[in-house]
């Protein structure tokens, strides 16, 4: 075997690795050795600059500037260096991918198709074992349940390559258990996730053009008006939704309630990068405790979390509508031009992405982006419309 293929190959287990084991910082190794090839890879004169890239720019530009009336200046310029490294890294992943030859580009595919497979088939097995109570649920319901929070999330993302040969059935048989197995692996983002990847495909084979719309300008329609739909809302109206709603889901709908009233405090700059880890997204005036007959609590006021709990919240918390417009710019101009080079399961993708995002996850959580960087080039290379 010829020393770059001994090469390649070595990359390929780093990448099962990345995938199959998605703890919060060990994910960073196997994505450095993925640079390292492409470095090794690189030449200067092929590199690709797109006009989009003035659009990225103007937002990384605002959110260096956003750093000076953030919350914590110090902790903001610490984020802006982590994140922004990160993004750069995988900006260069990105934009030399396609320097590898085609067997190499296939076997990406194939092992991010294979991580996939590996990681639903665990999942199935911890839920069932969880459904009857075994001993295995119990260890990792006790150790490492953020990691399976991880794993769901990296088997929700991988799992719609694993799918493209597989017969129409097969895979509705396979996203059907994996969204009842996610829910039981307590992790309600991923299984609605898979939910909307699933709808995206079916919406594709009857309406195509209606999903086109939605995906491009619909979206960014949504991030931006979506302040104004939790403005409209009260707290008593939320009291009424807890007798239906699973409690995490109450609990959402206060906090992003609660973000949204604090986004109107500063609408046009928000409160800088990072702010939203910082500042304290109390449920301030909304203050209350809920109660389901005499036992069940459904939220105990005051409240405090980490992040929004939605991407596009945190968005409009930390950079204002500035930032929400150049982010929602940059989405509609980047997919204008690529959205009909690939096929429905990178939309797919990227639907299950923004609903883990929209649910659940922190913008500028390390291991999600690098999750993201690293998979998205990988759909990319899928250039035929499989619908």
């Known amino acids: ?96 991918y396609k320097k590898f030859n085609q067997f190499q580009l296939q076997q990406f595919q194939r092992i991010v198709s294979i991580a996939g497979q590996l990681l639903a088939v665990s999942l199935v097995v911890f839920g069932i074992n969880s459904k009857f109570g075994g001993t295995l649920y119990n260890i990792i319901d006790e150790h490492i349940s953020q990691a399976l929070v991880h794993g769901c999330a990296a088997c929700c993302l991988a799992i719609w390559l694993s799918l493209q040969g597989l017969n129409r059935w097969i895979q509705g048989l396979v996203l059907i258990f994996l969204f009842f197995t996610m829910h039981y692996c307590t992790s309600d983002a991923a299984s ?95 203050d209350i405790t809920l109660l389901e007959g005499a036992e069940k609590l459904v939220l105990s006021a005051p409240e405090n979390c980490l992040h929004p709990h939605n991407f596009m919240l945190q968005i409009w918390f930390d950079f204002g509508a500035i930032g929400v417009v150049l982010v929602c710019l940059l989405w509609i101009f980047y997919w204008v031009k690529q959205y009909d080079k690939v096929n429905v399961y990178t939309i797919a993708f990227w639907g299950s992405a923004l609903c883990i995002a929209a649910t659940g996850i922190s913008v500028w959580q390390t291991w999600w982006l690098i999750l993201l960087v690293v998979l998205a080039p990988i759909y990319n290379l899928q250039v035929s419309k499989n619908t």
Not at 240 to 260: C, E, G, M, N
């Open 192 to 286: 609605l996730g898979i939910l909307l990847g699933a709808g995206t495909l079916v919406t594709s084979k009857f309406f195509p053009r209606f999903l086109k719309a939605m995906f491009i300008y619909g979206m960014p329609a949504v991030w931006a008006g979506l302040p104004f739909v939790f403005r409209v809302f009260s707290p008593d109206q939320y009291v009424q939704l807890a007798k239906t709603l699973d409690p995490s889901y109450t609990h959402r709908l206060f906090i992003w309630h609660s973000v949204t009233n604090q986004i109107f405090e500063r609408f046009w700059t928000g409160f800088g990068f990072g702010s939203s880890r910082y500042r304290s997204c109390l449920i301030r005036g909304e």
């Open 1 to 96: 075997m010829k020393f770059q293929s001994f090469l390649f190959y070595k990359i390929c287990v780093f990448f099962i690795v990345f995938i199959c084991l998605p703890l919060p910082h060990g994910n960073i190794y196997p994505f450095l050795a993925l640079l390292a090839v492409c470095i090794f890879q690189f030449k200067k004169n092929e590199l690709q600059v797109e006009k989009f890239n003035l659009l990225v720019f103007a937002l990384i530009a605002w959110s260096a500037l956003s750093i000076f009336w953030a919350i914590d200046l110090s902790k903001a310029l610490q984020m802006f260096v982590k994140i922004n490294g990160l993004m750069l890294a995988g900006w260069f992943w990105w934009n030399h």
